[in-house]
């Protein structure tokens, strides 16, 4: 069996050394802090859990959802938008519920995208938004995010041939991985590219509740003119720690929302009713346990900076997000080599910033999960195993 041209170009080299890496830690016997997976370790509020587990028992639950799902949480979406943004949704036109983000983020570009068109795709970025480009074929163009600019795309630099042909660009403010955010005004000059060249905006806004020291990140919808030229996508995974119950949701141009419906109406029957009836009491309960969880980012965040900036690693402080974006120590060349030298000295597992995409080089992931007792042991390590004092 030979697999299709697509899969192999999907298949990352560094993810599958970073399983290896796994691997040999294990058969090792070491004790690994695991801070490379940016999976949410918090429970989900009781008043969550309880909606879940009452709608097990509701007569026809268990039925398909089909993809318009459940008008109450589409009304439910509506209303926070309105809430924490101060937009206003129409449910039925400008909301369409998802299996997780992730399912919008891989599909949109089958219904936006016809092989060979360029897409706008930031680097380095989430993987999803290059991995659902090549399934769809398109062309990818690189958008490069350096420190230099705050990790902001530089929008006058696409060539304007390219930028004429594109369909697409996929935007992710707070940033995974280089845990940067963006101002409105950043949105508004979006807009107006996207209106002068005619491309769609895709905006992954997964971790606009994990903010911190009061900060508050804007939806690019708050931008004038925003839902004329885009689609913002959110998730109950990271603000409401449901990541496996796979329920998400898209917002903005209803035309967009249109052509993804009839992708999806084609390949899935809709989220499981029971979980959306968790998204109603998630996004209508209180809010309270959102800023808890966002606090006990903000302190692990905290111990990390402060300890590795004590052990002679200075890592950049995030206002938002669940990573801290890290420059490789001095003397350190290779992000890959970087994380595996760490990695059997100290079992501290971290990704390298190359796996995210050539711009990711030099630079490390370091995800915000675990107790903080075991984060304080990470920083003793790392301190201890002298990789972070080496001099030029
Ligand atoms: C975790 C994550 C997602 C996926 O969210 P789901 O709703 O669970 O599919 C999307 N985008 C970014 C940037 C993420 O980090």
């Not at 993810?15 to 890496?21: K, P, T, V």
């Not at 111990?303 to 420059?327: D, N, Q």
Request: net charge negative; aromatic share 8%; proline share 7%.
């Amino acid at each position: 069996m030979e697999p299709a041209r697509r899969i192999q170009k999907l298949s990352s080299a560094v993810f599958s050394e970073m399983d290896d890496l796994g691997r040999e830690l294990r058969e090792k016997g070491v004790d690994i802090i695991n801070l490379s997976v940016g999976s949410p370790d918090l429970p989900p509020a009781p008043h969550i859990r309880q909606a879940l587990v009452k709608a097990l028992d509701e007569p026809g639950i268990y039925r398909y959802a089909l993809t318009e799902g459940l008008p109450e949480f589409k009304r439910a979406v509506a209303d926070w938008y309105g809430r924490r943004f101060g937009v206003d949704l129409d449910p039925k036109s400008e909301i369409l519920s998802l299996i997780g983000s992730q399912d919008g983020l891989a599909h949109l570009y089958l219904a936006l995208v016809n092989p060979g068109d360029p897409v706008l795709v930031p680097d380095p970025g989430y993987p999803i938004y290059s991995a659902g480009a090549l399934l769809a074929e398109g062309e990818i163009h690189w958008l490069p995010l350096l420190a230099e600019n705050g990790f902001l795309p530089e929008l006058r630099a696409v060539p304007a041939d390219v930028a004429r042909r594109a369909k697409v660009m996929l935007l992710n403010y707070p940033n995974n991985p280089v845990a940067a955010v963006a101002g409105l005004d950043f949105f508004q000059a979006v807009v107006e590219f996207a209106r002068e060249y005619r491309v769609v905006v895709v905006h992954d806004i997964a971790y606009s509740e994990l903010a911190y020291d009061g900060y508050r990140p804007p939806s690019f919808l708050q931008a004038p003119g925003a839902r004329e030229v885009g689609v913002e996508l959110h998730s109950v995974s990271k603000s409401y720690n449901l990541a496996g119950c796979r329920l998400g949701f898209m917002v903005g141009n209803a035309a967009v929302l249109d052509a993804l419906r009839v992708v999806k109406s084609n390949i899935d029957f809709g989220v499981f009713l029971a979980v959306q009836k968790a998204g109603i009491a998630a996004l209508t309960g209180p809010q309270d346990t959102v800023r808890e969880a966002a606090a006990v980012y903000q302190r692990r965040r905290d111990i990390l900076v402060r300890g590795l900036g004590e052990a002679g690693w200075e890592v950049p402080s995030p206002k938002a997000s669940m990573f801290i974006w890290a420059p490789l120590p001095r003397g350190h060349r290779s992000s890959r080599e970087f994380v595996r030298e760490l990695a059997l000295r100290t079992g501290v597992v971290l990704v390298p910033g190359v796996a995210f995409g050539a711009r990711g080089e030099g630079y490390v992931r370091i995800a915000l999960v675990g107790a903080d007792e075991r984060l304080e042991e990470a920083v003793h390590r790392i301190r201890d195993s002298g990789l972070c004092s080496r001099s030029e």
